[in-house]
């Protein structure tokens, strides 16, 4: 037979692991609710000059969606155009031709 004051400090110890467990659970599920939707300021390259990709490099799609949270589907594309003279009509062109939707980020 046990000892009685052998299994209550066991289930007190036990009981105590368990609170820290769900404490620690609790503190990470508010941190990371915090922390959703925080922009991204920087993103590192693994190329050795430290430069964002260019739009033909296969990372620019996720450096992409980090800086501004818009995910880009398979089949779109990206035109980088440089100034209002190669921007407005491009893009007033693309808005009279859309059949579903666009989605036009502009950055000053």
Known sequence: MENPIVTRKLLSRLSLI????LVA?????GL???TRGTPVSIVLSADAD????????ESFARTLELFTGVHLEP???VTQLLD??????VLWQDLRSAQQSITVQMYY
């Open 50 to 57: 430290q430069r964002p990709p260019s739009i033909a490099h």
């Open 75 to 77: 089949g779109n594309e």
């Open 25 to 29: 659970v609790f503190a990470l599920v």
């Open 32 to 34: 990371l609710s915090v």
């Open 18 to 21: 368990l609170l820290g467990i």
């Open 84 to 89: 209002g003279d190669g921007t407005y009509p």
